[in-house]
């Protein structure tokens, strides 16, 4: 038997899938669109990449070699890669933290944090 509240119960949990599709496309649409950039200290090196690290571009001087020093070269990637990739996640949790009702303090809650919030979500629509 069908009680008289299961219709709207119904499209209660209706409209909690559509939000969380929405902010879900949002999440998808900044990760796959925001990217970081940094420059060596020696303006040598030029790199932007992902949300994730993924290189978009790399640009090395010609100078570079210069000074062939591969293990110098390998530590200055290294570094303007990961400034790159944190730039990006900082960017990243700044337009994301509006999606998530505790805000996002730190830039490594965007791997997780969408779920944790729709978990956190579904345990308060239990109870109500």
Do not use: C, W
Request: proline share 5%; no cysteine.
């Amino acid at each position: 038997m069908i009680s008289d509240g299961a219709p709207a119960a119904g499209n209660s949990l209706l409209g909690q899938l559509e939000q969380a599709d929405r902010k879900l496309r949002r999440y998808q649409s900044i990760s796959k669109d925001t990217t970081g950039t940094a420059q060596s200290s020696d303006g040598l090196i030029d790199v932007t990449v992902g949300l994730y690290g993924d290189v978009r571009e790399l640009v090395i001087d010609p100078r570079v070699y210069r000074s062939p020093d591969a293990s110098a070269l390998a530590d200055a990637l290294r570094e303007v890669i990961n400034e790159a990739v944190d730039n990006a996640q900082q960017t990243a949790a700044g337009e994301l933290a509006s999606l998530f009702p505790n805000g996002l303090d730190d830039p490594s809650g965007l791997a997780f944090e969408p779920f944790h919030a729709e978990v956190r979500s579904a345990r308060l629509g239990e109870r109500s």
